[in-house]
């Protein structure tokens, strides 16, 4: 696997979950790694980007990363 970016691993996250998830688990571990790399303690995501873009939508995707070792935020 090559050295993605973080912005690329975001990329393929929301790409992941517009997908229904498909590869979701392998794009979060590129996640963490470029997170590692970059010396970034949180991904920042965008609400309106997301499938489910409802509190409840974000308050499980914000569960489903932190059980993976991912904090998530999202922008303003």
């Known amino acids: ?13 929301y790409t992941s979950l ?5 590869g979701l688990e392998e794009h979060i571990v590129a996640l963490k790694a ?3 790399r970059e010396g970034v ?7 309106v980007r997301l499938a489910q873009n409802n509190r409840q939508g ?3 995707m914000q569960a489903f990363f932190k059980k993976r070792g991912v904090t998530v ?4």
């Open 34 to 36: 470029a997170m590692a």
């Open 73 to 76: 935020v999202f922008a303003a």
């Open 1 to 13: 696997m090559t050295d993605l970016s973080l912005n690329d691993a975001i990329e393929n996250i």
């Open 41 to 47: 303690k949180e991904a920042t995501f965008e609400p």
């Open 58 to 60: 974000r308050k499980l």
């Open 18 to 22: 517009i997908a229904d998830n498909a």
